[in-house]
Nanobody, 124 residues
Framework: QVQLVESGGGSVQAGGSLRLSCAASGRTFSIYTMGWFRQAPGKERECVAAITWSTGNIYYADSVKGRFAISGDTAKTTVYLQMNTLKPEDTAVYYC?????????????????WGQGTQVTVSS
């Protein structure tokens, strides 16, 4: 199995930036896609960015395109989420997750491993 640990959350004013990190350990070779998800109070968990290691394919939710950037190392041990021009609506708990299937549909229930989450709060 894979263990995931997020870091880098915090509080920032609107327009600011944060960089989240996710450290993976264990059977990282079995991961095909790493994703960043977020969940705000009363809302469903959504995928905001994901990267598929074998193809280099990157996914972004429309709400974060042009503002967020996902990156990572090819050893699949670390994945980052650079968040720029943050908005109050970006406030949520952010999770990284691993999908072990060859093709990902970025649906939370299909990701097999999850980190504990890190809080991001953006004030206006």
């Amino acid at each position: 199995q894979v263990q995931l640990v997020e870091s880098g959350g915090g509080s920032v004013q609107a327009g600011g930036s944060l960089r989240l990190s996710c450290a993976a350990s264990g059977r990282t070779f079995s991961i095909y896609t790493m994703g960043w998800f977020r969940q705000a109070p009363g809302k469903e968990r959504e995928c905001v960015a994901a990267i598929t290691w074998s193809t280099g394919n990157i996914y972004y939710a429309d709400s974060v395109k042009g503002r967020f950037a996902i990156s990572g190392d090819t050893a699949k041990t670390t994945v980052y989420l650079q968040m720029n021009t943050l908005k109050p609506e970006d406030t949520a708990v952010y999770y990284c997750a691993a999908d072990y299937r060859r093709y990902s549909d970025y649906v939370p229930s299909n990701f097999g491993s999850w980190g504990q989450g890190t809080q991001v709060t953006v004030s206006s």
